[in-house]
DNA sequence: GGCGTCTTGACACCGAGTGTCAATCGAGGC
DNA sequence: GCCTCGATTGACACTCGGTGTCAAGACGCC
C-alpha cells in the first residue's frame, strides 16, 4: 500500500508504522463503520498511542482518503506530459484512465481499492474530505490547463470548467464503478463519460493570454428580470 | 436573511434567536476568522447557551453554509418548473440563473451576499461544507434531469454528468464572481459558462429508459496498456 | 387554576485534535 | 566502548466541537 524502497534503514521503521496504522484503520472502519471507530482504537491496534497517530495523518478520515490523494497529483503529472497538439477532451481523459487505473491495478488485489472506494463513497464524512481534495484537484488540474493553453489562468473560465468538467466525469465514473461493485469496465465508463463531455471541452475559447477577450458571445444574458422567480 | 412570515406567533421567537444566532456567528466569523471564535462566544454574543446553538444549527460551519442551502432545492424546483421541450442546457441555465439571482438579489443590501460567499471560498472548512452541499445538490439535479429526460436514475451516465457541469459552471462563476469583490455581473458569467459546456449538455443521449442502451459509442477504449504510465 | 407541549440552560460526557516534555532509540564521532 | 545529537515516541493535560439528559420555565388550551 506504500510505494518506493525508503533509502535509508532508519525510516523503514517510520515506513511500517504508518502502514500498519492504515492498515488497521481500513481493517476496523470497514469493519464496524466509520463513526463507531475511535482513533484510539486504531492507534492501540496499530500498537501506538493516539498521538503518533496525528504524527502520521491528519484526521481520521486522512487514513482513508489518503490512499486516493495521490491521484491528483497523478492526473496533472499525466496531462503535463500529453503532447501540446492533443485536443483537451483526448488529453484530459487519457490522464484520468492513466491516473485511475494506475490506482486501481496495482499488483495483486485490485479489489482493495474498490473496498476503499465505496468505504469512500457511503461515508458522508469520507466523501465530504474526499470532495475537498478534488477541489484542490480541479484547481491544479486547471493552471495546468491554462498554461497547456496559454489562457490567463484568473482571467478565462475555461480552464476551471474544463477541469471541473473532467472531475465530475471521474466522479460519475468512479461511483458507478463503486455501485456495480467494480463489474463495470472503468474503461469504457470513462470512454462513454468522456464522449459526453468532449464537444464542450474542445471548444476552446479563443481569448488568449495576450488579447483580452475574444469576441464569443452569442450569449443571451436575461434582462434581470426572470420569468417566474418570486419566491424564497 | 430569513424568508416568510412564520404563520404562529409562537415560533416567531424561533426565527429571532435564529437570526440573532446567524448575526452573531457572521459578524464574528467574519471578523476575528473560523478559527478564531468558539461556538461558546458566538452562543454568548447571541445571548444563548451553547446547547441551544445546536438546537438551531448542526455545526460551526452550518450557520455561514446555510446562507447557500436554499439554492440547491431552488436549482432543482426552478429546473422542474421549465418546459419539457428545452434543451438541457437552456433549462440548467435558468435555473441557475434564477436561484443565484435570487439568493444575492433580494431586497436591500446584496453585498451580503458577497461577504458570505468570500468568507466561505477563503475558509477551508466552510468551503468543504459547501462542496458537501453541492455534492447533494448534484445527486438532486441529476434525478430531477433524469426524470424529464426519462432515463434510467442509474443506468445512464447523462445526468450525473450534466448536474455536475452545471454545478461546475456555478462554481467558477461564484468564484469568479467573489474574486472580483461583485464587480463582474454574475448573468454574464452564467452566460459565458453555459455557452462553453453547452454542447456537451445538450448532446443527449438515446439510451432511454425503455431502450436498455443506445448505440453512441464511437469510443477508443485504450487497450488496457496505456502508454507512458508506469510510476505515480 | 391546572395541564401538556415546546423551548431553554445547566451539566456531564465523549471524541477529535494539539502542545508540551521527558524518555528512548539509533547513528555517527571520539 | 562510550558519548552526544537528533528524531521518534508515549504520557499527560487541555481545548473545543458535538450530544444526551433532565429539570425548570413559557405559552396555549381547557
Redesign the interface.
Known amino acids: 500500500m506504500s ?1 518506493d524502497i525508503p533509502v535509508s534503514m532508519a525510516q523503514r521503521k517510520r515506513q511500517l508504522v504508518s502502514d500498519e496504522l492504515s492498515e488497521a484503520a481500513l481493517q476496523l472502519l470497514a469493519l464496524k463503520g466509520f463513526d463507531a471507530v475511535t482513533i484510539d482504537e486504531i492507534a492501540a491496534t496499530a500498537g501506538v498511542s493516539k498521538r503518533t497517530f496525528f504524527r502520521y495523518f491528519a484526521s481520521k478520515e486522512d487514513v482513508v482518503v489518503q490512499f486516493l490523494a ?1 491521484m491528483g497529483t ?1 492526473i496533472r503529472t499525466e496531462l503535463a ?1 500529453r503532447p501540446a497538439e492533443e485536443p483537451p477532451s483526448v488529453a484530459l481523459r ?1 490522464s484520468v ?2 491516473s485511475m ?2 490506482c486501481a491495478a496495482p499488483p495483486g488485489h485490485s479489489d482493495r481499492a474498490l473496498r476503499v472506494v465505496q468505504l469512500i463513497l457511503r461515508t ?1 464524512a469520507l ?3 474526499f ?2 481534495r478534488q ?1 484542490q484537484w480541479r484547481g491544479d488540474l486547471a493552471a495546468e490547463l491554462a498554461q497547456r493553453l496559454d489562457l490567463a489562468p ?1 482571467t478565462a ?2 480552464p ?2 474544463a477541469a ?2 473532467a472531475l ?2 471521474f ?3 468512479l ?2 464503478w463503486s ?1 456495480s461493485d467494480g463489474v463495470e469496465d472503468p ?3 470513462i ?3 468522456f ?7 474542445d ?1 476552446v ?1 479563443s481569448e488568449s493570454v495576450g488579447t483580452g477577450k475574444g469576441g ?7 434582462r ?1 428580470q ?1 420569468p ?2 418570486g ?2
Do not use: C, F, K
Open positions: 510505494s495521490d497523478g506530459a487519457h484512465w492513466v487505473a494506475a458522508p466523501r465530504a474530505r470532495l475537498e477541489d484568473d473560465l475555461y476551471q470548467l471541473g468538467m465530475t466525469a466522479d460519475a465514473v461511483q458507478r455501485g474503461a469504457e465508463l470512454d462513454r463519460a464522449t459526453t463531455i468532449a464537444p464542450a471541452l471548444a475559447p464569443n458571445e452569442a450569449s443571451l444574458s436575461e434581470r426572470p417566474g422567480a419566491s424564497r
